[in-house]
């Protein structure tokens, strides 16, 4: 990680153990989340007067600095992948269904980066009905990789970037449309809704509908 060439991927690490403000322990007891610098949230629990941070213990806090305040914790928590994202936000149990019986699972947690246009599960309920249901059969799995590899651009486009283009190429080999009318974003018939979701290996813009290779 020290290594020039990983310089990125270190500073994305490290700024998720940062969080904006002076939040003392007292109010990290309050959380069940907080978003980091480095853009992704970090999730919070309070066991049995203990408290986790990610997969850490925070073993001492308020350490107070002349410009925030330090907890230490006694593991390093690492930024969460695309999948184990959109997995713990609990809006995106059909797509994370669907990546299972896609077989892409294992492609979306890898190195990447990737940027994924994913639809929320009420996305997924505008499709005519027995839509998910057939999509999900295994007899299906070729046709459903295909639909979701096209909601996946390489490489790691951030909101700034997204509304500079026309088009983008996808994994799934077609392009998406894109177009910015009034300040909103569509891609393809469907519009952004939330954007920058940073992941440790891309970055998550959620969609209000599922686009359809052409």
């Known amino acids: 990680l020290l290594k020039p060439e990983n ?4 500073a994305s690490i490290l700024t998720y153990h940062v969080v904006a403000g002076k939040v003392m322990a007292a109010d990290v007891v309050k959380l069940t989340n907080a978003k980091t610098v480095q853009g992704s949230e970090v999730t919070i629990a309070v066991k049995g007067g203990k408290v986790k941070v990610d997969n850490a213990n925070v073993i ?3 350490i107070q600095c002349g410009n925030g305040v330090i907890h230490v914790i006694d593991a390093v928590i690492l930024p ?6 959109a997995v713990s936000a609990g809006s995106f149990k059909t797509l994370a269904a669907a990546l299972k019986a896609a077989d892409l699972v294992e ?7 990737f940027t994924v246009f994913a639809p929320t599960d009420e996305a997924f309920a505008k499709l005519p009905k027995g839509t998910v249901e057939a999509l999900l059969k295994p ?3 070729e046709k459903l990789a295909s639909i979701l590899t096209y909601h996946v651009v390489a490489g790691k486009v951030m909101a700034a970037d997204v509304v500079k283009l026309t088009n983008a190429k996808t994994v799934q080999g077609s ?17 952004v809704i939330k954007t920058d979701i940073q ?12 686009i359809l290779p052409k």
């Open 7 to 10: 310089k990125e991927k270190l």
């Open 60 to 62: 001492k806090t308020d």
């Open 80 to 85: 969460k992948d695309i999948v184990d994202t």
């Open 107 to 113: 492609t979306l947690k890898g190195k990447g980066p």
């Open 139 to 141: 007899e299906n799995k």
């Open 175 to 191: 392009e998406v449309t894109i177009a910015v009318r009034g300040g909103k974003v569509k891609v393809d018939n469907a519009n």
């Open 199 to 210: 992941c440790g290996n891309g970055v998550i813009h959620v969609i209000d509908a599922v």
